[in-house]
């Protein structure tokens, strides 16, 4: 069953623009990741945050952890039309564990 | 960085027919790999996860004798559609996990999409 919940459901703004997506899930987790999914395709490892950090970068990628309140962000700062794809967030309980995939936000960039 | 493979990547099949679906580490040896299902529209689901050379741990809900997974060797796992009917159309996902280097990190296949006619 999907422990993860993300909102928004879907996320539309204009090139250049920060994009922010959130993920609250229910379990206590070893670590949090974020994937990226272009429309029928593979999915792409964004990012992995452990449950003792709080905040990671990568390129235009910031994610925080929030454990006191299960919940996880992602932003991506300014915006590119090649960022429109879905994007999930997935939690393992254990290191090297099952993953658990949130809803997933549709993010679209418009050029 | 780390390379998982699936094959077919599509697959179109009449009802009651079975399909096998592939899915290789290329280039490390993966003892664990999960096999996901993905509706339209929809988040992953999991549906089984495979250790090399011992019985997949089926999911609640997913019926094993559907869905049977072979994982014969440290690089190759199989995901058997045993008499597919059309709600078994779907995008099925494996994913490898590595026991080396980023043992948190599972690396994703690019998928193969199911249609059961």
């Known amino acids: 069953s999907q422990q993860g919940e993300e909102d928004p459901q879907a996320l539309s703004i204009q090139e250049g623009e920060n994009a922010t997506m959130n993920c609250s899930y229910k379990t206590s987790i070893n670590n949090l990741q974020w994937y990226r999914q272009n429309s029928g395709r593979g999915l792409v490892h964004l990012i992995l945050i452990r449950s003792n950090e709080r905040e990671k970068h990568s390129g235009r990628l910031r994610v925080t952890l929030d454990t006191s309140k299960k919940s996880s962000s992602l932003l991506i700062t300014a915006s590119r039309a090649a960022d429109t794809a879905s994007y999930f967030c997935a939690t393992a309980e254990t290191s090297g564990s099952r993953l658990t995939f949130g809803e997933g936000t549709q993010l679209t960039v418009n050029p | 960085g780390a390379v998982v493979s699936q094959h077919p990547s599509r697959v179109i099949c009449k009802s009651g027919t079975s399909v096998k679906i592939e899915c290789r580490s290329l280039d490390f040896q993966a003892t664990t790999m999960f096999w996901y299902r993905q509706f339209p529209k929809q988040s992953l689901m999991l549906m089984a996860t495979?250790?090399?050379?011992?019985?997949?741990?089926?999911e609640q809900g997913v019926e094993k004798d559907k869905f049977l997974i072979n994982h014969a060797s440290l690089t190759l796992s199989t995901l058997t559609v045993t008499s597919a009917h059309p709600e078994d159309s779907s995008f099925y996902i494996c994913s490898a996990f590595t026991s080396g280097g980023f043992q948190e990190t599972q690396y994703f296949g690019p998928g193969t999409r199911l249609l059961v006619l």
């Open positions: 495979s250790n090399e050379g011992s019985k997949a741990t089926y």
